[in-house]
């Protein structure tokens, strides 16, 4: 089974501040995805990166896929309240012809003014 | 439709009795994935749909569970004899083929909240 780990499991910040979320697994995973979801719908896709070492900038989000495609990295750069939300970590595992994606244990964050 | 469409929203049952949750994917997408999530928790991986593949049920948590998809339309997944333990959020999702070959961008629908009494 693979496992991945996010940290913090909970962050509440105020609006400027910048933070990082981490996801980490012991597992190769060919890709990983970021999602976020908000209260009473279901999670929406933020980034995917492939490469071992990849930095994505998506707008005040910076994403990174580590070198030996193990774990990822989400900064975000002067929060703002619309980031609150659940964070989730998605990797993608390949055996044979089939794939899957497992999901991180979340990390929650709150942005206050 | 536009997107994935889950039916019913909200469920309330009694413990023991079956319920069955609907999802209707994005037309077009051969994947198809059932989420359980507890709340304020990540999603746990219930089962996986993939065309014309033998479904991976490895995450269903018991034989209460099962899951049933028509070709690559509606899928159903049903829970006999609901204990407590079984309130949570029932997400699905639907994907294509990503630019891996694999893995799409997952989509998900709003998701139906089971509440056993």
């Known amino acids: 089974t693979q496992l991945l780990e996010q940290s913090p499991q909970f962050l509440s910040i105020q609006e400027g501040e910048n933070l990082t979320v981490y996801c980490n697994s012991s597992?190769?995973?060919?890709?990983l995805q970021w999602y976020r979801q908000e209260p009473g719908e279901g999670p929406v896709l933020l980034v995917t990166?492939?490469?071992?070492?990849e930095v994505k900038k998506l707008k005040r989000l910076t994403f990174q896929f580590g070198d030996a495609r193990k774990d990822s990295s989400l900064h975000i750069t002067a929060a703002q309240p619309g980031d609150t939300g659940l964070y989730l970590c998605?990797?993608?595992?390949?055996?044979?012809?089939?794939?899957?994606?497992?999901f991180g244990t979340g990390t929650r964050l709150q942005v206050t003014l | 439709g536009a997107g994935v469409s889950q039916s019913p929203s909200n469920k309330v049952t009694e413990k023991g009795k079956d319920v069955e949750l609907r999802c209707d994917p994005i037309?077009?997408?051969?994947?198809l994935y059932w989420y359980r999530q507890r709340l304020g928790q990540g999603l746990e991986f219930l089962i996986y749909?993939?065309?014309?593949?033998?479904?991976?049920k490895s995450g269903l948590p018991s034989d209460r569970f099962s899951a049933e998809r028509t070709g690559e339309s509606v899928s159903t997944l049903t829970i006999q004899r609901t204990q407590q333990e079984d309130s949570a959020v029932y997400l699905c999702a639907s994907s294509s083929i990503g630019t891996s070959g694999f893995v799409g961008e997952q989509f998900f629908g709003p998701g139906t909240r089971l509440t056993v009494l």
């Open positions: 037309s077009g997408h051969t994947a």
């Open positions: 597992s190769v995973f060919s890709s």
């Open positions: 749909f993939q065309g014309n593949s033998a479904p991976d």
């Open positions: 990166v492939v490469t071992g070492g």
């Open positions: 998605a990797g993608e595992a390949v055996t044979g012809t089939a794939s899957k994606l497992t």
